[in-house]
């Protein structure tokens, strides 16, 4: 870090995070209270601290003293709130602001539409099960567990039911996974499109999840390893969720999952079971499973017939391409968010890749000119969240922030114009491109596409 500029770098948080659930509902007015957010917290914060916007001062704390160390507030002088006055405990009130969220005007109803994680506020590698992004294609439900079951037919000598007390009476693993819808970052296919991280990356996260491996129930069912070459995986909601899962895969690492983050599913991530199919695109976790079926082909169902299929330049469409390849972003400094001084930033973000470990990270403040690798921070997971952290020291003038990650296969994460020339610009999936972040003179942070 360089020695001359001393001051440590404040910023301030995306617009989202100010945004009540009614701003939120029209798009034009989102636009609109995005820049005006933009504008008057930057000026609240500024107020607040005590700075002229042009001052970029250091901390209010100095020889005058500072107000909240000199007066005793009432949480150091009176008797504090009983325990178990919340008996599940909840955020802070001031951290109301970070919720996962709709994006205005996505799709006709919400109860086929995404909330999306805001990556911007989240530490670590474990995204909190309130913040966990959703994606349903026909609503969610909250399912009784004990009239729930799971049957297990096709070709097995013993097909069976299951209720949630023999499932979880069976051995049980847990295991660090991320989750990636493949239309994770779908509209900035052609251009740049929205202005957050949270929109932009948001249907991702990454929690550990408890269950039961799925080998565990075939073998108990006495899979027929002679014939058998698929597994489906259906759900009990209206949308008639059905997947097709190659055999050894589902042999492999796949779970039958009914905990999540040390307790069990939210109703929203599938309680009270769901599949886990570690490094694959999020529609093949099917949530609130009440089937897995046997066979010897491919069922091409309509989520892997019609949609989840990638449409090529030639016109003609890719399936089954189920892998999450190597991806990162920078989460923080990123789009919407301002940086009020020159001086330290500790630049970071999240890689993860659906076929293994993350090796490395390399970060670019020059859109991509220089680039400098980054820390990884433990743990280092197979097909999880790793976070990376880098030290920057902003001059002040014009960057663009990149991050490439790497993984174990030697993969590396593809410049957006490197992943168009193979795959077009009509696709909807699996767009993996390195994501780039402007930083403007006056410390706005925006979403841009280097090529
Ligand atoms: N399973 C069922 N039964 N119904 C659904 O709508 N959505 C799928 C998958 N499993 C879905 C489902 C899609 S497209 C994704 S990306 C993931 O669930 C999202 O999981 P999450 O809502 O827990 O984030």
């Known amino acids: 870090m360089s020695t001359e500029v001393k001051k440590s770098g404040r910023l301030i948080k995306a617009p989202e995070n100010f945004l009540s659930k ?19 917290s930057a000026a609240a914060s500024m107020a607040a601290m005590g700075l002229a916007s042009s001052a970029r001062a250091a901390s209010p704390v100095s020889g005058a003293g500072d107000p909240n160390i000199l007066n005793l507030p009432t949480h150091t002088t009176g008797l504090g709130q009983p325990v178990a006055a919340n008996p599940y405990g909840m955020p802070s009130q001031y951290e109301k602001g970070l919720q996962r969220r709709e994006s205005p005007g996505l799709t006709r109803v919400s109860a086929a539409s995404v909330a999306f994680t805001p990556l911007q506020g989240t530490f670590g590698i474990i995204t909190p099960s309130g913040l966990h992004f959703e994606r349903h294609h026909q609503g969610w439900w909250d399912i009784d567990p004990s009239k729930h079951r799971l049957m297990v037919m096709g070709l097995v000598k013993n097909p069976k039911v299951y209720t949630m007390d023999d499932i979880m009476r069976l051995p049980s693993v847990s295991r660090i996974h991320f989750i990636e819808c493949g239309a994770n970052t779908a509209m900035e296919w052609g251009n740049v499109a929205v202005p957050t ?6 249907m991702v996260s990454c929690s550990e999840f408890t269950g039961v491996p799925l ?41 039958v999952a009914y905990g999540m983050n040390g307790e069990m599913l939210r109703p929203e991530n599938g309680y009270p079971l769901r599949l886990v199919v570690p490094g694959i695109q999020g529609v093949s976790w099917v949530k609130w499973l009440r089937r897995i079926e046997v066979g010897d082909q491919k069922w091409a169902a309509k989520d892997e017939a019609v949609h989840y299929i990638d449409l090529m330049p030639d016109g003609l469409h890719r399936q089954y391409t189920g892998i999450q390849e190597a991806k990162s972003v920078i989460t923080t400094p990123s789009g919407g968010q301002t940086l009020l001084d020159k001086g330290f930033y500790n630049i970071s973000g999240l890689a993860w890749s659906g076929r293994g470990k993350i090796k490395r990270v390399d970060v670019s403040v020059d859109g991509g000119r220089n680039w400098r690798t980054a820390r990884l921070e433990t743990p280092v997971l197979s097909k999880a969240f790793t976070r990376f952290n880098i030290d920057w020291v902003w001059n002040g003038g014009p960057a663009i922030l990149q991050s490439r990650a790497q ?4 993969y590396v994460q593809p410049k957006i114009n490197q992943l168009r020339e193979v795959r077009g610009t009509r696709s909807i999936y699996h767009q993996n491109a390195i994501q780039s972040w402007k930083v403007a003179e006056n410390g706005e942070v925006s979403n841009v596409q280097v090529y």
């Open 407 to 410: 993984d174990d296969t030697g």
């Open 215 to 255: 080998s565990v129930l075939l073998e108990d069912c006495g899979i027929d390893m002679k014939k058998a070459k698929y597994v489906l995986g259906e759900g009990a909601d209206g949308s008639s969720m059905t997947r097709t899962i190659p055999l050894d895969r589902a042999l492999d690492d796949v779970l």
């Open 22 to 40: 009614e701003d939120a509902k029209s798009p034009a007015l989102m636009r609109r209270k995005f820049l005006a957010a933009s504008v008057s």
């Open 197 to 202: 991280v949270q929109y932009s990356h948001g």
